[in-house]
């Protein structure tokens, strides 16, 4: 299956909460969620009951969209969360949270994970002063993640950094903008993973 290239707002509503895919937009009056909080479609204002299957289901698509992680990529990651010490669903979370393309839309450096993505795999960032353009290259404790020299102009950067107090930068990283870098400061625990998740129900779904 190919990567969802369609309007991103219909994800939103789809999911009936807003998933932060459209950068700043997503905090304006503009947001889909806000004009129009119902799921998209002819049939988008019924309110069916959905099934035990539906809700997990439901909450499998919603973390896979908020990630932007594909279903072979995403069950790659639940198989080693699996394998790992530890309660899955927090583990899977982590390990999503820990990409190079999250951390960098988390310090600021892109206005949604699409364009982190984006931002990656052109090649204008550096890990411990080595270039990295796999978006899905998992940081460590102790990581510097900076924007190239060359790079520091992009207006999407620029852009990002400017409305970064707005979005807010988590406890376990630390930016600094002048030098346009960050450093993993620790692993994050679930509860600085503040995205109204409920992992269980994931891991009750391929338990099955």
């Known amino acids: 299956m190919a990567r969802y290239s369609g ?34 479609g002819q049939h988008g204002q019924r309110r069916p009951k959905p099934s035990e299957y539906g809700l ?4 499998k698509q919603k973390v896979k969209r908020i990630y932007g992680v594909l279903e072979r990529q995403f069950r790659g990651y639940f198989t080693h969360a699996e394998r790992r010490k530890g309660v899955t669903g927090e583990i ?11 951390v960098v839309n988390r310090l600021g450096f892109a206005s949604s994970r699409a364009q982190a993505r984006q931002l990656i795999s052109h090649g204008h960032f550096l890990v411990n002063n080595r270039k990295v353009d ?14 190239r020299e060359r790079s520091r102009t992009l207006e999407p950067i620029r852009v990002a ?5 707005q979005r ?26 503040t995205l109204p998740i409920q992992e269980q129900l994931i891991v ?3 338990s099955k």
């Open 134 to 147: 796999i978006p899905s290259y998992l940081v460590k404790i102790g990581d510097v993640i900076q924007v």
């Open 204 to 206: 009750e779904l391929y």
């Open 161 to 165: 950094l400017e409305t970064v107090e």
């Open 56 to 59: 997990q289901l439901r909450e």
């Open 168 to 193: 807010g930068v988590p406890t376990w990283l630390e930016l600094d903008k002048g030098e346009f870098k960050g450093i993993v400061h620790q692993v994050p625990s679930r509860d600085q993973i």
């Open 92 to 102: 899977l979370l982590l390990l999503l949270e820990l990409r190079l393309d999250s």
């Open 7 to 40: 309007p991103v707002c219909r994800l939103c509503r789809r999911e009936g909460m807003k998933l932060f895919l459209k950068g700043e937009r997503c905090y304006s009056e503009k947001c889909a969620i806000t004009r129009r909080n119902y799921a998209p």
